[in-house]
């Protein structure tokens, strides 16, 4: 078996086109094979391993999750065998990995920097995971577990491609909002208001916002109570999604969490969710952002690490 050094890193770009992301789609056997053969270069995730016994569950009958997990083994079982179609695609060639494949699977395997994205929208969900060093990005994404799309790039290229994590499907209908593209409110008054939601105590929110009078901005003005009731009643309603970015520091160890970003997806798209202090108090803004400003919202969070000065900006990207 071929042993790939897992610290090399990918090689710099030198021009535009060496700098532009090449992509590949790998069924998850063809992806395991090939981080066994990249020096068993562990994934940034685990593959659950069926049972080997029958459940409780498959013996008095089969639930949704029952069906779809075997309608998930059932999809596995059927595709190739990925030796052979990573041959055929000129991927593997006498046991030996292509050199850009294995170099950003090993990047995969030892990053400096890490961000887990993870997007829910109605009828999709996407999973992704970008690993770092300062020369060179390597992406991993999957919506369904069985192929995924392996990517690396320069660092450069990195904004555009956190800008596709969100966007939105095509056949996903979007309608005017009722919430104003620019909210701040007390972080209590948010949590309570998702609580009561989530019990079906709508009539608790007249009461919440009592608490809060005159706590609740919108475009810079304050609300009237009754004005805050029927802004939480329609962020409660309209809420269909979510996107969670989380950065991890994996130059010190333990591992660090750097920060977090949460998206929230309303009746006209996302809205990005950032806690901040007032004085004493614990706010939280929700503001209208679109796909393309996840690198920015990113931004902030990534300068914190260690001897990283964050994404380039839209121009650097572009150069």
């Known amino acids: 078996m071929t042993t790939i050094d897992?610290?090399?890193p990918l090689i710099a770009a030198v021009s535009t086109l060496d700098g532009l992301p090449r992509r590949v789609a790998l069924t998850l056997p063809e992806l395991q094979l090939v981080a066994a053969r990249a020096g068993g270069a562990?994934?940034?995730?685990d593959v659950a391993e069926a049972a080997d016994t029958p459940s409780l569950e498959g013996r008095l009958g089969a639930s949704r999750a029952t069906t779809e997990d075997a309608a998930y083994r059932a999809a596995l079982?059927?595709?190739?065998?990925?030796e052979t179609s990573l041959a055929r695609r000129g991927l593997l060639a006498g046991g030996v990995l292509d050199d850009g494949l294995a170099g950003a699977v090993g990047l995969l395997a030892t990053p400096e920097y890490a961000v887990d994205v993870d997007v829910a929208v109605p009828?999709?969900?996407?999973k992704a995971w970008h690993r770092a060093t300062s020369e060179a990005v390597a992406t991993l994404a999957t919506c369904d577990g069985?192929?995924?799309?392996?990517?690396w790039f320069h660092p450069s290229v990195w904004p555009t491609e956190l800008s596709r994590i969100g966007v939105l499907p095509e056949d996903l209908a979007v309608r005017e909002s009722r919430v104003p593209a620019s909210v701040e409110l007390p972080y209590e008054l948010a949590d309570a208001a998702v609580e009561a939601a989530s019990a079906q105590r709508g009539d608790l929110l007249s009461v919440l916002v009592a608490q809060h009078s005159g706590a609740v901005v919108a475009d810079g003005r304050a609300l009237t109570d009754g004005e805050a009731v029927s802004l939480l009643q329609a962020l409660s309603a309209e809420t269909q999604g979510r996107l969670r970015a989380l950065v991890a520091d994996l130059t010190v160890q333990p591992t660090t969490v750097v920060g977090v970003r949460s998206w929230v997806?309303?009746?006209d798209g996302w809205r990005t969710l950032?806690?901040?202090?007032h004085g004493e108090t614990a706010r939280v803004e929700l503001r209208a952002v679109a796909p393309s400003e996840l690198a920015a919202d990113l931004a902030p969070v990534l300068a914190g690490l260690t001897g990283h000065g964050g994404l380039p900006d839209g121009e650097?990207?572009?150069s």
């Open 77 to 82: 079982g059927s595709l190739n065998d990925p």
């Open 42 to 45: 562990p994934l940034p995730f």
């Open 274 to 277: 950032r806690p901040h202090g």
């Open 123 to 126: 009828g999709v969900q996407v």
């Open 316 to 318: 650097e990207a572009a």
């Open 265 to 267: 997806m309303l009746a």
């Open 6 to 8: 897992l610290t090399a």
């Open 146 to 151: 069985l192929v995924f799309e392996l990517a």
